[in-house]
Every structure is written in structure tokens, then in C-alpha cells.
């Protein structure tokens, strides 16, 4: 059973609150405590043998130290992360997982989604016979996910999702918003979505647009007010990726395009 509990806090991701779930099976596993509700208080009352995160992004681990102090739980972090875990946290963990382990003795795996952010996981527990994803911030049921200079890496989330549709999960229970029933049918259309935006960047940047503002103005086709930071991010992840590719020329400053 996987038991989902909405949190608020500082997000700016859709639906302004952040999703923590409680997978009770041959243990009971806390994925991504945001902060502490009621409850998420008395759900975790009844204990918690593991807790593990998404990615240590802080309004997805905000309750981490709470709980692992306030239960006998095992902490759990990427092995290649183990700092920035610690850091946005403020807890050592106990034991480490490398994509694909299992965590402990559960049958909950993790499998590597980077992107969003580089120590991103995607948490993969088997309910009734069909796999579920809980895929913190690859995917969201009702809006784009925000993949930005410099925590975010384009090209790694592309294949993040790639990735994630070849393992056919039966649906998604993302870090935000409601649970995604259609998953292949979200995850490609995402991958559609970041696709066309590149194309509209290489474009924009083909049409003589050489700064970030420009570009945006190019490419996006819609308003912009209050986020037009995390566009900015966004279109610089992109540049940052079609640079790595050879397609265009990007100083951080200025891009031109490369003829092909």
C-alpha cells in the first residue's frame, strides 16, 4: 500500500505542496518527509523502518531530522551524494544505496533519474502484482518540470525519462500533485514538450538571438510573469546542452550558432 500525504511548504512547484508517501509492505518506508503534518504524525506513529529521499532538494526533505529522530528508522542516501545529503538535511545517514540497490531488506528499489537535480531517484515499489514509481520531480500530471542551470542538466533528464518509460511502471506518484495514471503517455509527452523548446531555442539562437532574454522572448509564446526567472534557468540548461552537442557556440553570456 502506498499512503500519500500532501505538505505545504516553501515550493514553488505546482499545487504549492509537496507530496511525502509512507510504502507499507514487508516494512514500512517513508520516501521524501517534506515536513511535519498531523498526519504524516500519526502515520508515522505506527513506525518507519527506512526513510529515503527523491533528492535532497530542501522542500522535499524538510522532515528528515524530525523523523529519523523521533523513530528507530534507517537513513538512506545516494552513495555518490552522501555530502549534499548531509548537508540539506543536517542528518548522517546510516546506510547508502547505488542505483538499482534495494533498499535494505524491502522490496523497494531505487533507479537513477538525474536532471531535475544530479542525485535524483525515482523510488520503484510493487503494489498488488503492478509497479509504481514514486518519481519525485521527473514528472508532474499537470505541468512541465523545471530543469535549470546549474543544479539541472538537460541532457540527463532527457534520458532520465526515456529511462523511466522503458521500465513500463504501471503509474506515477510524482513529488507534486495528484498520482499520474497514464504513465507512458505523460513521459512522452514531456520528452515531446522539452524537445519542441529546444527546437525553439536552436531557433531563436539561428535567428540572431544571442542572450537569455532574447532568446526567452523567442521562444516562449506565452506569459511569462513570475516565473520568467525559472524560464531563464531553463533556457540556459538548454544552451548548456546544445553547446555540450557542438550545435551552437554558449560563454554562459552570449550564444551563436554553430552552421552545420
Same mark, same amino acid.
Given at each position: 500500500?502506498?499512503?500519500?500525504?500532501?505538505?505545504?511548504?516553501?515550493?514553488?512547484?505546482?499545487?504549492?505542496?509537496?507530496?511525502?508517501?509512507?510504502?507499507?509492505?514487508?516494512?514500512?518506508?517513508?520516501?521524501?518527509?517534506?515536513?511535519?503534518?498531523?498526519?504524516?504524525?500519526?502515520?508515522?506513529?505506527?513506525?518507519?523502518?527506512?526513510?529515503?529521499?527523491?533528492?535532497?532538494?530542501?522542500?522535499?526533505?524538510?522532515?528528515?531530522?524530525?523523523?529519523?529522530?523521533?523513530?528507530?528508522?534507517?537513513?538512506?542516501?545516494?552513495?555518490?551524494?552522501?555530502?549534499?545529503?548531509? %548537508?540539506?538535511?543536517?542528518?548522517?545517514?546510516?546506510?547508502?544505496?547505488?542505483?538499482?540497490?534495494?533498499?535494505?531488506? /524491502?522490496?523497494?528499489?531505487?533507479?537513477?533519474?538525474?536532471? *531535475?537535480?544530479?542525485?535524483?531517484?525515482?523510488?520503484?515499489?510493487?503494489?498488488?502484482?503492478?509497479?509504481?514509481?514514486?518519481?519525485?520531480?521527473?514528472?508532474?500530471?499537470?505541468?512541465?518540470?523545471?530543469?535549470?542551470?546549474?543544479?539541472?542538466?538537460?541532457?540527463?533528464? &532527457?534520458?532520465?525519462? %526515456?529511462?523511466?518509460?522503458?521500465?513500463?511502471?504501471?503509474?506515477?506518484?510524482?513529488?507534486?500533485?495528484? /498520482?499520474?495514471?497514464?504513465?507512458?503517455?505523460?513521459? *512522452?509527452?514531456?520528452?515531446?514538450?522539452?524537445?519542441?523548446?529546444?527546437?525553439?531555442?536552436?531557433?531563436?539562437?539561428?535567428?540572431?538571438?544571442?542572450?537569455?532574454?532574447?532568446?526567452?522572448?523567442?521562444?516562449?509564446?506565452?506569459?511569462?510573469?513570475?516565473?520568467?526567472? &525559472?524560464?531563464?534557468?531553463?533556457?540556459?540548461?538548454?544552451?548548456?546542452?546544445?553547446? %555540450?552537442?557542438?550545435?551552437?557556440?554558449?560563454?554562459?553570456? %552570449?550564444?551563436?550558432?554553430?552552421?552545420?
Amino acid at each position: 500500500m502506498i499512503e500519500r500525504y500532501p505538505v505545504d511548504g516553501a515550493t514553488r512547484a505546482p499545487h504549492g505542496t509537496t507530496n511525502a508517501y509512507l510504502v507499507d509492505g514487508q516494512a514500512r518506508v517513508l520516501v521524501d518527509p517534506a515536513g511535519r503534518t498531523a498526519a504524516l504524525d500519526a502515520a508515522v506513529s505506527r513506525g518507519v523502518d527506512h526513510i529515503v529521499v527523491t533528492h535532497a532538494h530542501p522542500d522535499h526533505v524538510g522532515a528528515v531530522d524530525a523523523y529519523a529522530a523521533a523513530t528507530d528508522a534507517t537513513v538512506w542516501a545516494h552513495a555518490a551524494f552522501t555530502a549534499r545529503f548531509e %548537508r540539506e538535511t543536517g542528518v548522517a545517514p546510516d546506510r547508502v544505496f547505488r542505483p538499482g540497490d534495494a533498499i535494505g531488506d /524491502t522490496a523497494l528499489t531505487v533507479t537513477d533519474t538525474p536532471g *531535475h537535480a544530479p542525485d535524483h531517484v525515482a523510488v520503484l515499489a510493487t503494489v498488488d502484482g503492478e509497479c509504481n514509481a514514486i518519481s519525485g520531480d521527473l514528472v508532474f500530471a499537470d505541468s512541465s518540470v523545471f530543469v535549470g542551470a546549474v543544479d539541472g542538466d538537460m541532457r540527463a533528464y &532527457l534520458a532520465s525519462l %526515456r529511462r523511466l518509460a522503458a521500465g513500463a511502471p504501471a503509474r506515477l506518484q510524482p513529488g507534486h500533485g495528484p /498520482t499520474i495514471e497514464q504513465p507512458a503517455d505523460r513521459l *512522452h509527452a514531456l520528452y515531446a514538450h522539452r524537445r519542441d523548446r529546444e527546437r525553439r531555442v536552436l531557433d531563436a539562437v539561428a535567428a540572431g538571438c544571442e542572450t537569455v532574454d532574447a532568446i526567452l522572448d523567442a521562444a516562449y509564446d506565452k506569459d511569462l510573469a513570475g516565473v520568467r526567472d &525559472l524560464a531563464g534557468q531553463t533556457v540556459r540548461a538548454h544552451l548548456d546542452k546544445l553547446a %555540450r552537442e557542438q550545435r551552437i557556440d554558449w560563454n554562459g553570456s %552570449r550564444a551563436t550558432h554553430q552552421p552545420a
